[in-house]
């Protein structure tokens, strides 16, 4: 019963360093989501994927880049970190883009400084 | 104007209160209503959807007022286990993609 899983929990990164956020999800769902969270601005899409082989973009990608590896997992990668990128990143899965029950991962915080 | 709009709170309220949250949104076109339930440092979860007639799950009842578009959130008999942040999600303007609000807080105390 692991529904959707993130990696790493916690991370603090550099001003320009790089990294990826793991996400994979075992419920056979089609689509996929990463969120950010911030403090008085609310749960913000940063990228979606309706499906395997597809990606789009969501309110907030900029700086952002993100890979359908496969029907499971869905990584977002910063490439060069910045503090504005400070926040909490929550992975997302649902059966598909018009069925509104998302199941969250547990989320990923992190620091950039 | 922000597409969905939350009292921030908090909500101090004592056990078995009834208490009741209510959130605006923007887009007339939204088709889609949920209210999650967000605890301290954890992830969104979906406490329940909201359909036009209102739907009452145990002691959680929401309702859907289009021509004010708001939607509300009761929560009746309220438990210490209630306490946490209630996000009001929509459909986003034409977008199938959910839109969250900031969330109310509610405290729970004996």
């Known amino acids: 019963n692991a529904g959707v899983t993130q990696t790493p929990k916690f991370q603090v990164l550099k001003t320009g360093q790089s990294m990826t956020l793991q996400c994979a999800q075992d419920?056979?769902?089609?689509?996929m989501y990463w969120y950010r969270q911030d403090p008085g601005m609310g749960l913000r899409l940063i990228y979606y994927s309706a499906s395997e082989g597809t990606t789009d973009k969501g309110e907030v990608p900029n700086g952002y880049n993100v890979s359908r590896l496969n029907k499971r997992e869905f990584s977002l990668r910063l490439e060069s970190a910045a503090p504005s990128q400070t926040s909490v990143y929550f992975c997302?899965?649902?059966?598909?883009?018009?069925?509104?029950?998302?199941?969250f991962g547990s989320g990923t915080r992190l620091t950039v400084v | 104007r922000k597409e969905v709009e939350q009292d921030p709170g908090p909500f101090n309220v004592p056990e078995g209160a009834t208490v009741a949250f209510n959130c605006t949104y923007s887009?007339?076109?939204?088709?889609?209503f949920f209210w999650y339930r967000q605890d301290c440092r954890k992830e969104p979860k979906l406490l329940m959807s909201v359909y036009s007639s209102g739907n009452e799950d145990g002691r959680f009842t929401a309702q859907l007022n289009r021509a004010s578009q708001y939607i509300s959130l009761l929560i009746r008999d309220s438990k210490l286990s209630d306490s946490a942040t209630y996000l009001c999600?929509?459909?986003?303007?034409?977008?199938?993609?959910?839109?969250f609000g900031t969330g109310t807080r509610l405290q729970v105390f004996p």
């Open positions: 997302a899965s649902s059966p598909w883009t018009q069925n509104y029950g998302y199941t």
């Open positions: 887009n007339s076109a939204s088709q889609s």
């Open positions: 419920m056979n769902h089609n689509s």
């Open positions: 999600v929509v459909n986003g303007r034409n977008t199938d993609k959910l839109i």
